[in-house]
């Protein structure tokens, strides 16, 4: 079964440095998406990229953040100069285009530490 | 106003039971209502969606949703030790699909 699949499972930095966090999206899907899981918080969007652009960001997503589809297959987050306050879950998301409703399938997410 | 609330529990279980799962929303352009199931440090996974008001029901779990009330519900028939998880509503709020979710309940059943 198709899965979207997310690189590093865990990642310790410290405050200021810039980390890139990698998701391997389902093949044919067209949708992507950043969401972030604050220690006992709710999830929340990030942002979402389709045709190669992002199509709707969170007021998260400011300056410090960045989306890039490289290559055809990975879908990046880049934190450039990362704050204690960073310290989440990311998830990354990824859903098709048929008809009807297109399930968000999540990766298992990367839990980054900012030290 | 938070666009979608959850009583995030804990909810303490015995095996068997049944267990009811609520949220409630704001935004009355709200279509779609997603319940996802998440594992401790794992990504949420869908267990089903609605679409408006009415039930839907997949084996042991039923999903109800009241567009009057602007309120979703979650039944889960002969709770089992694996239903133990947090569980999230969501629905997805404009034409890009990003969900916005409740705060998330955690179950816990014990055996």
């Known amino acids: 079964e198709p899965e979207v699949t997310q690189t590093p499972s865990h990642q310790v930095t410290q405050m200021g440095q810039e980390v890139i966090l990698r998701c391997v999206p389902i093949s044919n899907h067209l949708y992507f998406y950043w969401y972030r899981q604050i220690l006992g918080q709710k999830v929340e969007f990030l942002v979402s990229f389709y045709n190669n652009e992002i199509s709707e960001k969170s007021e998260i997503f400011d300056d410090q953040f960045s989306v890039e589809r490289p290559d055809g297959s990975n879908f990046t987050l880049k934190i450039r100069s990362t704050k204690l306050e960073d310290s989440a879950m990311y998830f990354c998301?990824?859903?098709?285009?048929?008809?009807?409703?297109?399930?968000?399938?999540f990766g298992p997410g990367t839990r980054l530490t900012v030290l | 106003q938070k666009e979608v609330e959850q009583d995030p529990g804990p909810l303490s279980v015995p095996e068997g039971a049944i267990v009811s799962l609520n949220c409630t929303y704001s935004n009355s352009a709200f279509q779609y209502f997603m319940w996802y199931r998440q594992y401790s440090r794992k990504g949420p996974e869908l267990l089903m969606y609605t679409y408006s008001s009415g039930n839907k029901e997949d084996g042991r779990f039923t999903a109800q949703v009241d567009k009057s009330s602007k309120y979703i519900s979650l039944f889960i028939r002969d709770s089992q030790p694996s239903d133990s998880a947090t569980y999230l509503c969501?629905?997805?709020?404009?034409?890009?699909?990003?969900?916005?979710f409740g705060q998330g309940t955690t179950l816990q059943v014990k055996p």
């Open positions: 969501a629905s997805p709020s404009s034409n890009t699909g990003k969900l916005i």
């Open positions: 998301a990824s859903r098709g285009t048929s008809g009807g409703y297109n399930e968000q399938f």
